[in-house]
């Protein structure tokens, strides 16, 4: 990670800390809360080099680099609601979550509706591959 995205990755801890420590005062934010974290860790957060694991589906290599999916393939929505569910919540146990959540695959658009309505069942992709 660069020091500008550790940067960033730090302020959002601090943010999404707030976020869920006001819902869990109000748990009528629930839903506006799950879905200013899921845009933001979508969005903002979670689409730079640092969070790709580096797999890639075939399909996809065939593909201009440009036109490639990042596939977030544990769901930003899902990863929401982990962090709005902590038990415990802290900077730490957000950051820790989002490192190890957070990350994408690049696929085809096709590919990740596909997963997107299978439950992230990749065998109904093309193989996935070191890339």
């Not at 748990?27 to 974290?37: D, E, I, T």
């Not at 730490?92 to 994408?104: E, N, P, Q, W, Y």
């Not at 658009?109 to 997963?115: F, G, P, R, Y």
């Amino acid at each position: 990670m660069t020091a500008n995205e550790i940067q960033k990755l730090e302020r959002a801890c601090i943010d999404y800390l707030y976020i869920v420590l006001k819902t869990k005062e109000d748990p009528g934010f629930y839903p506006f809360a799950k879905r200013c974290l899921q845009n933001h860790l979508t969005t903002n957060l979670c689409n730079t080099n640092s969070y790709f694991t580096g797999m890639t589906s075939t399909e996809s290599l065939k593909l201009p680099k440009s036109k490639r999916t990042k596939e977030h393939h544990y769901g930003m929505t899902r990863l929401a609601k982990d962090l709005l569910d902590l038990v415990n919540p802290t900077i730490d146990a957000i950051k820790t979550i989002v490192l190890s959540r957070g990350t994408f695959n690049l696929t085809t658009a096709k590919e990740n509706m596909i997963l997107r309505n299978n439950n992230q069942d990749y065998t109904a992709i093309s193989s996935m591959i070191k890339y």
